[in-house]
C-alpha cells in the first residue's frame, strides 16, 4: 500500500466511500448544491471550472465556526497558513509546499491574497476578522495569468457581500473561555434615490490571551488581542448598465503576539556542511546556562513565562476600494482601484524565552546584570499600496469563446524601522580588536592551543566603537525601505472546439523595477547618510494552456500546463555589502496538473480530486545567518526543486439528515539542488542531499460530519465534528533538528439551533463550540538561529469552547 494511504484521513477517505448513501426515494428529492466560484474573474460553476479549487461559502464557514482566514488553511488540501512568529497581524501562505516565511517588508509573498479582485501585497495585515463575507477561495497551483502577481503557489481570493438596497441586518455576540468576546454587526440601509445602496458593518474581538507574563511591570497576557474592524459599503447604479462599488475598511489591532518557547541551547554549529561541536551552555556563560534551564520538556507547550522584552504589537489599515463595471454588450468593461495604508510596529518582541542576567564587560563592567538574550523593536513600518486594473470581459462567436483581457499598474512604498540587540559568546569575539579586553578581564583561559573563553557579552557596545552608531549605542540600527512598481498586460480565452471539448488558452507579461536602500549599522554605517542603495528590474512571460473535457454531464476531467514567476528583488537582512548589492533573481514555476470535477447519485456525491507535478527553477530561499551584526535571514536563488502530489476532494449526502466533507492532500516536495557556500573551501555545493523542503507536510486532511434535523416549529438543530490532519514540517531547509513540528490531528466540534423566529421577519441561530477538544500540542511555527546558540518555537493556543449568538433581519 502507498505511504500517502497509511494516515488516519485516508483511511476515512477509504471507509466514507463505501457508506451506503440512501434509498432511491430520498435521492429523489436530495442533492448538493451548485458552487459558484470566480477563481477565473467572472461567476462560474465550481464543476465546469478547470481549476483545483476550495470554495467555502458564507454558510460553510459559520458551520465551521471560523472568524479569522487563517483558520481557512486547515480545511484545503496542501495548504497551510500560519501567523508568523512574534506577531499577531502577519500572515504566511503556503500552498503545495510554495510560499515565504520572510517577514521583511521588501519580500513578496508567494501566494497571493485577493479581497474583492485587490492585490494584498504584503503578509502584514492580512489578518483580520471576517465580516460580510461572501465566499472565500483557496485556488492551487500558479495562477500566472488572470490573477498573476506572485502567484507561483496559488491564491486565495476573499469576495465580500455587497449592498442589497433593502433593509435587512444581522448582529452577532460570541463569549468564551479566556476572555475570548466578540461582537459584530451590519446594516443593509434602503435603496435612496433608486441609484444609491449602502451597507455598513463593524465587529469588535477582544481576547485575555493563553498564556501568563510574571514579569514585573511587562505584559501579562500572551497571545492575546483587540480588534477594532469598521466597513462602508456603497453600490451606485445609474443605469441597468452600470454599477460603482466602493468600500472602505479600517482595522485597528493591539495585541500580544504568541510567545516564544526555547527548544533547545545548542551543542554544536551545524552549516550544511558540517558539525562543529559548540558547547554553548559552557561557552555561552551564564545567560545560555539559564535559557537551557528553562527548556523543560521541549515536546510539551509552556503556558508560563519570565519575558523582560515583550510588549504589545499594533497594527492600523486603512483601504479603498473603487470597482467600476460597464456592460458593453457583447462585454463589459471594469475598472478597479485600490489604495491600502498599513502602519504596524511593536516596542520590544522577547526572542530569548525568559528574563536573563550575566557578567557584562562593558555594560556591567564585568559584574553580573540584567541582559537581553535576543530581542529586536519595530520603531516605525509602514506599506502604501496603490493599483490600477482594467478589464475586458466577453462572449463571441455566440458564446463559443470566452475571453478577460486586461492591464494592471501596481505600486507600492514601503518603510522599516527595526532595531535590535543580542548577546553572543565571547569566543566568537576572540581575535576582534576587543578579544584582549575578555582576556584580560579573566573571561578566558588559555589550554595551550588558544584562549577559550566562557561568558557571553551584549552587542552592540554601549560607546561609540567601529561598527557602532554614536547616536544610538546599545542597538545596531537597521533601517530599509524600498519603492516598487509592477506593471502588467494579460489576456485568457476559452474556446469550445466542440460541445464536449473546451480549450483555454493564457498570456501574462509583467514587467517589476524596485529601487530600495539599506542603513544597518554592523556595516559599518553611523549615519542613515550611509545607506547603501540599489536599482533593479525584471519580466517574466507566464502562460497557461489548459484541455477541458466533459465526459458527461456531471463529470469533468482537465489537462493544465501553466507557468509562475516571483519577481528578484534586494536582500534588507543582508550582512555583508555585497550581499545588497547581488541582488537575488526571479524565480519561475512550471506546473502540470491532471484533474476531474464529478458528481455521482444523482448529485449526492461530489468528487473533485488533482494530480500535479511543479518543477521550481531558480528558487529563491531564506538562509538563516548570524554573526557579530544579529540575526539575519539572507535570500538567495538556491536551485530548483520537483513538488508533486495529489489531491482529492470528497462531498456526499449520505442520507436526509447527514453530511460529510472529505479532504485530502499528499505532498511529496524535494530539492534537486540546493547550492550552498562551503565555508571551509569557499566553493558552491549541492547540498540537496542533507535538506528538506519547508512547510511541505507530506500529508494533509479534513474530516467534517455534520447531522441536521428540519425545523419542527422549534428551530433547526444541527450537530459537526470536524478533524484535521496534518503531517510533520520543518522550518529550515537544514538547520531543523531542534525546531520542526511533529504530526497533529485537531478536532472542533459545535452545536446549533438555527431558524428560531424571532419577531415579525427576525431569525436566531445559537451555537455552542469547542476547538481542539482534545487539548493538542503542536509547534505551529519554528527557528534555529544558528550561530546565536539556540532554537525555539511558538506553540498553537489550547483548547477553546464559547457559545455564538447571531439575530439577523
Known sequence: MPKYLRTPIAAAIIAATSIPVMSVAQAQTLALEEVVVTAQRR??????????????????IADLGIYDIADIGSFAPNTNIQKQPSSNSNMSIYIRGVGS?????????????YLDGVYMSKTVGSVFDIVDLQSVEVLRGPQGTLFGRNSTGGAVNVTTIKPTGELGGKLQGSIGNDGYRRVA??????????????KLSAAKMEYD?????????????????DNTAYRVALRLEPSESLVVDY???????????????????KDSIYNGFTDTPFPYTFLGGEIFQQMAATVGDPTKRREQYTLDGVSDEYLEVDGHNLTVSWELEPFMVKYIYAKRDTDSGYASTDLDGGAYTMRDLFYGGGQSIPTQGFQAAIDEGWIKLETHELQLIGDAMDDRLQYTVGLYYYEEDIYQDNPQTFALPIQFLVGSPIGGAFIGAGFCNDFGTGPVCQGSQRLPLPF????????????????????????????QATYSLTEELDITVGLRYTEDKRDGFLFNESLGHSSIDDKLTNRDKWDDLSYLLTLNYSVSPDMNVYFTHSTGYNGGGFNSRASTVTAWDEAYNEETLDSYELGIKSDWLNQRLRVNAALFYND?????????????????????????STYQGLELELFA????????????????????????????????????????????PENTGALGLQYSLPNTGVGALSARVDITYTDSMTFHPFQNQFDSSESRTVANARLTLDELSVGEGGELRLSAWVKNFTDEEYREWGIDFGTLGFAGNTWNQPRTFGFDVIYQF
Open 247 to 265: 468600500t472602505f475598511d479600517r482595522t485597528d489591532n493591539i495585541g500580544v503576539p504568541t510567545p516564544f518557547q526555547i527548544s533547545k541551547v
Open 209 to 225: 490571551g493563553w498564556a501568563k507574563n510574571d514579569w514585573p511591570g511587562g505584559e501579562a497576557n500572551l497571545g492575546s488581542e
Open 653 to 696: 449526502l449520505l442520507s436526509e439528515n447527514i453530511t460529510l466533507d472529505l479532504t485530502y492532500g499528499y505532498l511529496d516536495a524535494e530539492f534537486d539542488e540546493y547550492n550552498a557556500r562551503n565555508p571551509v573551501t569557499n566553493q558552491i555545493e549541492n547540498i540537496a542531499s542533507v535538506t528538506t523542503v519547508t512547510r511541505a
Open 464 to 491: 561609540p566603537f567601529p561598527g557602532a552608531d554614536p547616536n544610538s549605542n546599545g542597538l545596531v540600527d537597521f533601517i530599509y525601505g524600498q519603492t516598487t512598481e509592477s506593471s502588467a498586460v494579460y489576456g
Open 616 to 640: 521550481y527553477q531558480d528558487m529563491q530561499i531564506a538562509v538563516f545567518e548570524a554573526g557579530s551584526g544579529g540575526a539575519s535571514s539572507r535570500i538567495t536563488n538556491a536551485g530548483s
Open 101 to 113: 516565511g520572510e517577514t521583511s517588508l521588501m519580500v513578496d509573498p508567494k501566494t497571493s491574497f
Open 43 to 60: 461567476e462560474t460553476l465550481l464543476q465546469e471550472t478547470p481549476i483545483a479549487v476550495t470554495a467555502f461559502s458564507a454558510e460553510k
Open 185 to 198: 454587526g451590519s446594516v443593509d440601509l434602503p435603496k435612496m434615490g433608486d441609484v444609491l445602496s449602502m
